[in-house]
C-alpha cells in the first residue's frame, strides 16, 4: 500500500477577521512603553510561568544590524528579574555572520551581546524532540543544550521575514532552536534538492510551525512569550544592514503564556492600522503565505486566536485594537 502524500494546507494569505474565529481565549498583556522599562514591568505579568535556570531565546542579529531588540533593555532585564537567564541561539543555516560557532561569536561581541552568557547551543551537536501530531515530522533536531534549562522565555523583536512573512514567538523558537546543519534543512529544504530554499509558502510555515511545537511540548507551561513591536522592518534580523527600511509604525509590547493569541495579536494591531501604515507590512505577510502560521498553530491546539488584550499602562483595562493604533507616530528611525 502506498504511503500518503503530505499536502500542504492553504489560506495562508487570508487575514480571519476576529469575529470569524471561534474557541477559548487567552490574555495578552500590552504596553505602549517601548523601553527597558516597560520590557521588565511587562515581563512581571508572565514570569509567573518562569524558573530555575531560564533560557532566554532572542535573535542577536547579524553584524550592526539595526532593527534587533536593544541590548540595554535585555541587559535591564536580567539584572532586575532574570538572574539565572542564559540567552541562548543556534547557528544560522545560510553563509553570513553566523554560520559557524567561532563567527557567530564574533559577531555577539561585535553587537554588543557581552553582558551575559551567550550559550550557542549547537556548538557541540544537536539532540532530537519528538513532534506530537505533526504531518511533516515525528522529530525535530535541536541545539543539544536546550534540554539543560527548566524554562523558555520567547523574547522576540516582531517583524517580517522573507520566507515566512513575519517573524513572531513562532518563528523565533522554531527556526531559532533547531540547530544550524540538520534541523534548519529539515524546515527549508527538500531532502536531495540543490536549493536550499525550496519550501516556501504554507509547507513552510507548517514545518516551521512542528518545530516550535516540538519545544512549546517539552516546556510544557514553563514557558512565555514577548513580542517588541519596535523597528518592524519586512526583512528579518537575520539580513541585518541589508534589512528593508522600517516604513510601519512602532507599537509597544505584548506578552502572553500562549503563543498562538501574542502572535496573532501582533498580527490584529498590524491590520487594524491605516492602509498607510500597514500596507508594506500585510504585502509581505500575505504575499508569503505567512498566515499559515497562525492557524496551523491552532490545528495543532498549540494556543487561542481569541484574546482579550489587557492594556497595563491603563491599569489592566481591557483594551481595543483601535486603541492601540490609534494616532501612531510615524516611524522616525
Known amino acids: 500500500m502506498s504511503e500518503k502524500k503530505v499536502v500542504p ?11 470569524e474565529r471561534t474557541g477559548g481565549e487567552s490574555v495578552v498583556f500590552f504596553t505602549r512603553d517601548l523601553s527597558a522599562e516597560g520590557l521588565v514591568r511587562i515581563y512581571g505579568r508572565i514570569q509567573e510561568a518562569l524558573g530555575g535556570r531560564v533560557a532566554i531565546k532572542l535573535h542577536t542579529g547579524e553584524k550592526n544590524g ?4 536593544p541590548r540595554d533593555w535585555v541587559k535591564t532585564l536580567m539584572e532586575e528579574k532574570l538572574a539565572n537567564g542564559v540567552m541562548i541561539e543556534t547557528n544560522s543555516y545560510y553563509e553570513g555572520d553566523r554560520d559557524s560557532t567561532k563567527k557567530h561569536r564574533e559577531t555577539l561581541q561585535v553587537n554588543g551581546w557581552t553582558f551575559a552568557p551567550v550559550d550557542i547551543m549547537d556548538e557541540n551537536g544537536a539532540v532530537t524532540f519528538p513532534v506530537k501530531g505533526g504531518k511533516w515530522f515525528t522529530e525535530m533536531s535541536m541545539g543539544k543544550t536546550l534540554p539543560e534549562y527548566d524554562s523558555l522565555l520567547a523574547l522576540t523583536h516582531f517583524k517580517g521575514h522573507t520566507k515566512g512573512g513575519f517573524g513572531g514567538s513562532n518563528k523565533n523558537i522554531g527556526i531559532g532552536c533547531a540547530d544550524g546543519k540538520v534541523g534548519k534543512a529539515m524546515i527549508h529544504t527538500t531532502p536531495g534538492q540543490s536549493d536550499p530554499w525550496d519550501i516556501s ?3 513552510f510555515m507548517e514545518r516551521m510551525t512542528e518545530s516550535t511545537k516540538a519545544v512549546t511540548d517539552h516546556f510544557g507551561k514553563r514557558i512565555a512569550y514577548i513580542n517588541v513591536m519596535r523597528n518592524m522592518s519586512v526583512s528579518c534580523d537575520c539580513e541585518g544592514i541589508y534589512a528593508e527600511p522600517v516604513v510601519t509604525p512602532n ?13 496573532q495579536a501582533c498580527v490584529d494591531i498590524i491590520y487594524a492600522m491605516k492602509e498607510e ?3 508594506a507590512f500585510v504585502e509581505r505577510m500575505e504575499s ?18 481569541r484574546y482579550t488584550l489587557v492594556d497595563i499602562d491603563q491599569d489592566g483595562r481591557e483594551v481595543a485594537l483601535a486603541e492601540v493604533v490609534k494616532d501612531l507616530a510615524p516611524f522616525a528611525g
Do not use: F
Open 9 to 19: 494546507g492553504t489560506g495562508g494569505d487570508h487575514y480571519v477577521p476576529y469575529g
Open 66 to 69: 539595526p532593527n534587533i531588540i
Open 201 to 203: 509558502n504554507e509547507e
Open 251 to 263: 507599537v509597544g509590547i505584548c506578552a502572553s503564556l500562549d503563543i498562538l493569541a501574542v502572535d
Open 277 to 279: 501604515e500597514r500596507h
Open 288 to 305: 508569503r503565505h505567512g498566515l499559515r502560521q497562525l492557524s496551523y498553530m491552532k490545528e495543532l491546539g498549540m494556543g487561542n486566536d
